[in-house]
Nanobody, 123 residues
Framework: QVQLVESGGGLVQPGGSLRLSCAASGRTFSNYAIGWFRQVPGKEREFVAAINWSGGSTYYPISAKGRFTISRDNAKDTVDLQMNSLKPEDTAVYYC????????????????WGQGTQVTVSS
């Protein structure tokens, strides 16, 4: 069992930046790939970024590439998501999730989830 807690969400103006953090506890954190997803009401969870167990491999969808950066610190059991050049369409609840093995792009492939943190991009 892995417990995940997100933090760092809030209100930011278009073009601004936020840094989300996902803190893990429970099983050995370095055994898990971590993904970030986001969700708005009425829509499915959308993949935002993922990182493998070591931090050596990352992946982003086109919507996030060049603006978002995922990183991890296995000594601190944390994964961060740096979000720059934020747009109103980035507004959503952001979740981190964990899965054994390599990272995946589909929410259903992740076994453990945090409670989410709200990100609102608005002027």
């Amino acid at each position: 069992q892995v417990q995940l807690v997100e933090s760092g969400g809030g209100l930011v103006q278009p073009g601004g930046s936020l840094r989300l953090s996902c803190a893990a506890s429970g099983r050995t954190f370095s055994n898990y790939a971590i993904g970030w997803f986001r969700q708005v009401p009425g829509k499915e969870r959308e993949f935002v970024a993922a990182i493998n167990w070591s931090g050596g491999s990352t992946y982003y969808p086109i919507s996030a590439k060049g603006r978002f950066t995922i990183s991890r610190d296995n000594a601190k059991d944390t994964v961060d998501l740096q979000m720059n050049s934020l747009k109103p369409e980035d507004t959503a609840v952001y979740y981190c999730a964990a899965r054994r093995g390599e990272f995946g792009y589909f929410a259903r492939s992740y076994a453990y989830w945090g409670q989410g943190t709200q990100v609102t991009v608005s002027s």
